[in-house]
Each structure stands twice: as C-alpha cells, then as structure tokens.
C-alpha cells in the first residue's frame, strides 16, 4: 500500500499509527461524532473495519455516505465536527483524529485506483449538473451509482470548484483535488471543463437534453468594497489569491500584506501569505476577534505563523502611485441606540495606516445573481439563495439545486450532503416518471 502521497498537504498515516489510532475509539453506540457530521457517515464503522484491516470495507462505508470523503478528511473542521463531538473530550483526553483515519481509509481507493462499487443497471435517465463543485460532483457520482447518465458542466478549465480553487494549501493542494475529481469520473461520470451554461450551452438547450437538472453554482468572487484607491494594482480578492497559490504562482518574498475580512477564508488567505513569503502580514478586522467567523484552531494557526491581528479597525481607503502602498483605516466601537441595540461605528479622527504591498478582501462572497435569473421559474430569497424543498427541488419542477448557493456558504462537507440528497430525490422523480411534470 502507497502510505503517502507527494502531493498531498498532510501525511497520511501508516498502518501502525491507524491501528493504533483505531483501537482507541470507544466505538459509541450512540456515535456523535456521526450526528456531527452532515454526511452522518458512520465513523465508529469505518474505524472498527481499519482496526481489522478492512480497508475496502472502511471506504466503502465512508464513501457510500460521502463519495468526497478523501477531500472532506483533509479539508473539513474535524476539530468542531466530528473529532469535536468525541466522548474523548469530555474525558480529558485527546479525542479521535477521525480526519486521518478517514484519509488512510479512503487512499488506495481514491488515489490508487482500487475497485470499490458493483456497476449499477442503466436506468435511461439523463441528468444535467451545473456546476462541478462538491455539490455537483456528488450529485453526479450518486446519481451515476443509481444507473442514470450524467453530464456536468462546469465553467472552469479544471474542475473540483473550491476544492481545486480555492482551500489553502496547507489543507489539501491542487493535484489531490484533481485526483479525486478523476476518481469522480472513473464512476461513470462525463465532465465537460470550460462549457459555461448561458454561453456555451443556453439553459435552455440544457433542460431539453436533460430530463432533469441539478444547480450547484457555489458562489461568485468577493465583491469590491466601493472605496477610493481599490483599483490600484495589488488590491484583489483573496480567493484569486489562493488560486495563484494553488497553480505555483505565487511568491510574496518581501511583501507587507494586509486582508481584510474575519472569516474562513481571510485566515486562510493571512496564513498562506505569511507561508510563501510575506515579510509582514495583518488581518484587518472591523471587530474583536471573539466575534471572528473563522474557526479558533485556524486562527490560532496564523498567529503561530507571525499574522498581525488588528482588530476594531475598518478599511477607508486605499493610497498608491501606480499601485497600492497603503491602507487607511479607522478604529471602530459598538455604540448604543436610544433603542438599547448596539451598532458598530467608526470613530472620528482615528485615521492610521498600514505599509502595504497587497491588500486582499475576504469580506465575503457574492450569489450569482445574474446568472439564477436566467433559470426560468427558479426563485431565489431575498438573500439571493436558491429557494428549494426538502428534497432540494427548486421552484421549478424539473430542477434542483444544492451547496453554497442553497445555504449561502457552508462546508464542503455541506455541499455534499446537498447534492448527495438532491440526487436522492431526482433518482425517486425520474422512476415515478414525475420530473418536469
């Protein structure tokens, strides 16, 4: 067995260290760290099946609940997920590193090519997935798995959404991405690369080729903050920026980077700035770092890796001859309303500035607006989220949809708990004979 991969941004155990790591689950009958995970894949079954040496029978088990099981080990919040609702914890002791195990698991099955499912009868049905994010890539694997024929389009030249786009790399690089993604294709799955619905096929050529359609768009960039200054080079969004680092295009030897934001993705951003070079690197941030989005254990990664936190600060703008060389920002505080509520304001006169080379915004990204409206009879929220049932099926009866542009932006994780479901109900639809009608 191929322990490790070149590739890949953590190291996979060895059969010792699983075992070992296996035999010190407790096996809960009542098993939270399954209820913590969206996916609900039966950790103490895949653990007791390592702990036998059962490894085909260990990804089967992960893989049937969540086909994106070898990214989700790596890229998933185990820490508030899964290895957070260990019994472990409230014992003191170090809980399960269910991540790992679920990595070693599932390697020679996703990235060695070992056969793992029966192929299934064809059933005739043709399903179209927009989209080849883990929304729709689940979607498209079980639905594939339920015997239908499946295409996805997806817009990018390389497929696997933010998993190939957009994760830090210290989390999982590009290749490993890649290869999960060819593994998604060795099911049976078509992805058809660079074919943007609405340009290179309209929509509606796509509901009259397929009986029925899956929406896993994900969301669009970070939108500009609308201040003075943001056009100068060097001031972009900070997903653009994890790309360049995820194609080896980035080195910031030298630099002073400020990103503004407190979510998942500014930490990421701050921390893989400070790692491919950065001399100096701040996250700014409107409020205090108990009211950061991004989770403690990130968090705690970028100050070991040197990132300024400078809190209670808002950006004013940006200055620069021929590109960015400061950002102005201003302190901010609660204040109260005559009403008792709070309110975050800028205080006069507080003006300061930040020696830059870079600015990134992580201030959140936005819905493809544009491009829903040109779904026919697909509602959003005024939110911009699609509207679906239960059944992840949209307003229009012959399409679902699933992932970031259903929840707004969750987990990967999340996304394949969508799309796995939404294929669930298509594959129901299509046997009734009820799609589209």
Known sequence: MNQTMTTDAIRVMNRDEALAEAFRCLMCWDAPCTRACPTTIDVPGFIKQI??????GSARTILDANILGASCARVCPTEVLCSGACVLNDLHERPIDIGRLQAYATLDVVF?????????P???????????????????????????RVTVYDASDEPGGLNTHGVATYKMDRATSLAEVEFIESLGVEIRPSTAVGTDITVDELIATHDAV??????????????????????????????????????????RVAVIGGGNTAIDAVTQAAMVGAERVYLVYRRGRNEMRAYPH??????THG?????????????????????????????????GSLRLV?????????????????????????FLNQLPGVETDPGGRVIVDGGFRTTNPKMWAGGDCVNGGKEVVNAVAHGRDAARDIDRELRSGAAGK
């Open 51 to 56: 702990a036998y040496d059962d490894l085909i």
């Open 112 to 120: 060695g090519g070992t056969e793992l499912f029966e192929p299934t």
């Open 214 to 255: 899956f929406v896993g768009v994900g969301l669009d960039g970070v939108p500009p903050l609308g201040l003075v200054g943001e056009d100068l080079p060097g001031v972009q969004d900070a997903l653009e920026f994890i790309d360049e680092v995820r194609r080896g295009n980035a080195d910031l030897t030298g630099e």
């Open 346 to 370: 800028t205080i006069e006169g507080t003006e300061f500035s930040l020696p830059v080379t870079r600015v990134m915004r992580a201030t959140g990204q936005a819905k493809h607006v544009g």
């Open 307 to 339: 990132v300024e936190f400078v809190h209670w600060s808002a950006p004013k703008r940006f200055e620069g001859y021929g590109s960015v060389s400061s950002l102005v920002c201003e302190r901010t505080e609660y204040q109260g309303g005559k009403d």
């Open 122 to 148: 064809v059933t005739g049905g043709s399903v179209g997935i927009i989209g080849a994010g883990p929304a729709g890539l689940a979607c498209a694997a079980e639905l594939t798995r339920l015997g239908h």
């Open 298 to 303: 990130d968090i705690e990664r970028a100050l």
